[in-house]
């Protein structure tokens, strides 16, 4: 669906890329800060940036192909909504020119949980609230194959953002190709199925899976555990020769160990020894510093 073939971007920081990637169906993430050029890579693929050098082909035509454009929806994390408009005009608007048939907007709204801002003129909503609609628009678009999401979950209305990664993947499901820009390597584990690591323009690595790469950093693995009584499993945990560090943080309990099987066999031997009950059990994310090292097979420094 999306194939980019040594691509560079007319701006920093992909002035100078030579980005060869391709995507089909499914959630995929580009990690990185906009500095790294996340941000800019969705807008080329959707045709708002030009491309300098190289061939992108979207949906087997040009994005900016009066075929195309319809079918692609980009949401910025700020969304250029016309501030004239009330909300179900900017619906009905959108739908026009995607060339599908209007809907309530309430009901499109409303798989976000903020139909209640139908009737509002875009001038007075917030930027999380504009953020949420932008968001509304692009998933309940019948038309849209390629779905292009900036940090869906960051300053965006309250109420959207738990159903925010139920409805990506759902459209990914439909068979949508959706590409998700995100700093937050944390996110991008919730949201996507397979990770492209960008630093300062350039692929730093590809990853089918975030939460191993803790194994292959200097860190290595980290396990978040919330439990009955913190205390006692800290308690626990540190008689485990094979965990390295336990501590507690913002009322969890956090692990670090080798590798992260192993880890995870000396925390439930520490659980059952403190007689403690477990309620949750995760894998710690690793930082965006350390899931580039990953990927590039390096500790980082």
Do not use: Y
């Not at 968001?135 to 300053?155: G, I, M, W």
């Not at 693995?221 to 020769?241: C, G, K, Q, T």
């Amino acid at each position: 669906m999306i194939s980019l073939d040594a691509i560079a971007a007319r701006h920093a920081p992909l002035a100078r890329s030579k980005l060869t990637l391709a995507w089909g169906a499914g959630v995929h993430s580009i990690v990185g800060t906009a500095a790294d050029g996340g941000p800019l890579l969705l807008a080329v693929v959707a045709g708002r940036e030009r491309v300098r050098s190289g061939a992108l082909r979207v949906l087997g035509g040009a994005p900016g192909d009066a075929s195309v454009r319809p079918q692609v929806a980009l949401v910025p994390r700020a969304p250029p909504l016309p501030e004239a408009m009330r909300v179900h005009e900017v619906l009905d608007l959108a739908a026009t020119l995607r060339g599908e048939p209007s809907r309530p907007a309430a009901e499109r709204l409303g798989a976000l949980g903020i139909e209640s801002l139908a009737s509002r003129a875009v001038r007075t909503l917030s930027h999380e609230e504009a953020h949420a609609v932008a968001l509304a628009e692009a998933l309940t678009s019948a038309r849209v194959r390629v779905l292009l999401v900036e940090e869906p979950l960051v300053e965006v209305d309250p109420r959207a953002a738990a159903p925010v990664a139920h409805l990506l993947r759902a459209r990914a499901a439909d068979g949508c190709a959706v590409l998700v820009a995100t700093a937050s390597v944390r996110d991008a584990g919730e949201l996507a199925d397979d990770h492209t690591l960008m630093q300062m323009g350039t692929v730093a690595g590809q990853a089918a899976s975030l939460t191993a790469l803790g194994a292959f950093t200097a860190a290595g693995a980290r396990l978040r555990i919330l439990a009955s009584d913190p205390l006692a499993l800290v308690a626990a945990i540190a008689r485990e020769p094979d965990v390295e560090a336990v501590a507690r943080r913002e009322g969890l309990v956090v692990a670090r160990g080798k590798d992260a099987t192993t880890l995870a066999r000396a925390v439930g031997r520490a659980v059952i020894a403190s007689g403690v009950d477990l309620i949750e059990m995760r894998p710690d994310s690793p930082t965006l510093d350390e899931a580039r090292s990953a990927v590039a097979g390096r500790a980082p420094s």
